[in-house]
T-cell receptor
Framework: DGGITQSPKYLFRKEGQNVTLSCEQN?????MYWYRQDPGQGLRLIYY???????QKGDIAEGYSVSREKKESFPLTVTSAQKNPTAFYLC???????????FGPGTRLTVL | SQKIEQNSEALNIQEGKTATLTCNYT??????LQWYRQDPGRGPVFLLL?????KEKRKERLKVTFDTTLKQSLFHITASQPADSATYLC???????????FGAGTTVTVRA
């Protein structure tokens, strides 16, 4: 089955620790994205990548970092510099035409 | 700066009626506008895309219009059903730009 996987579904971390969220896709899509969603709010774009070894900041990149070493993978690191990291994180991908985004199931991060 | 605004109020409608959702954008010149559905705790799912040269697009009970002069898209759910209850998100996209930001969404509840 083609799709996007995110792991884990739930993640708990202590304040001050960096944490890396995984996102893998087997859709052969060029572009990948990370969004953050807070309760009752819309999606906010953190980072996106059009091709391997290249990525751009979205609307709320501060306190986050990404890498894109492989086409299938786009991990997101939430650093200790992110002041309010508790949120629902969604990864997405799209093909070269960009006509439709496919989303993963999300990771709910709670920082204690 | 770019802004995407959707109906701020949730929509509560009776089964069988038509729900109309609004998406307004500023500082965008979108070549496409996409609509997604999101259920609680899940990633959004793509519904429809409308291009700048299309006035209207239909898919089953869904209808989308796009007015580039008003900088607005309307999303209609006709003959609504309780299963249509969800949050609906719009996302304008400019040509050759992979960046995709979303509106905050409008939550629709259809009463039986």
């Amino acid at each position: 089955d083609g799709g996007i996987t995110q792991s884990p579904k739930y993640l708990f971390r202590k304040e001050g620790q960096n944490v890396t969220l995984s996102c893998e896709q087997n859709l052969n899509h060029d572009a990948m994205y990370w969004y953050r969603q807070d309760p009752g709010q819309g999606l906010r774009l953190i980072y996106y990548s059009q091709i391997v070894n290249d990525f751009q900041k979205g609307d709320i990149a501060e306190g986050y970092s990404v890498s894109r070493e492989k086409k299938e993978s786009f991990p997101l690191t939430v650093t200790s510099a992110q002041k309010n990291p508790t949120a629902f994180y969604l990864c997405a991908s799209t093909n070269r035409q960009g006509n439709e985004q496919f989303f993963g199931p999300g990771t709910r991060l709670t920082v204690l | 700066s770019q802004k995407i605004e959707q109906n701020s109020e949730a929509l509560n409608i009776q089964e069988g009626k038509t729900a109309t959702l609004t998406c307004n954008y500023t500082n965008y010149s979108p070549a496409y506008l996409q609509w997604y559905r999101q259920d609680p705790g899940r990633g959004p799912v793509f519904l429809l895309l409308i291009r700048e040269n299309e006035k209207e697009k239909r898919k089953e009970r869904l209808k989308v219009t796009f007015d580039t002069t008003l900088k607005q898209s309307l999303f209609h759910i006709t003959a609504s059903q309780p299963a249509d209850s969800a949050t609906y998100l719009c996302a304008p996209r400019e040509l050759n730009d992979y960046k995709l930001s979303f509106g905050a969404g409008t939550t629709v509840t259809v009463r039986a």
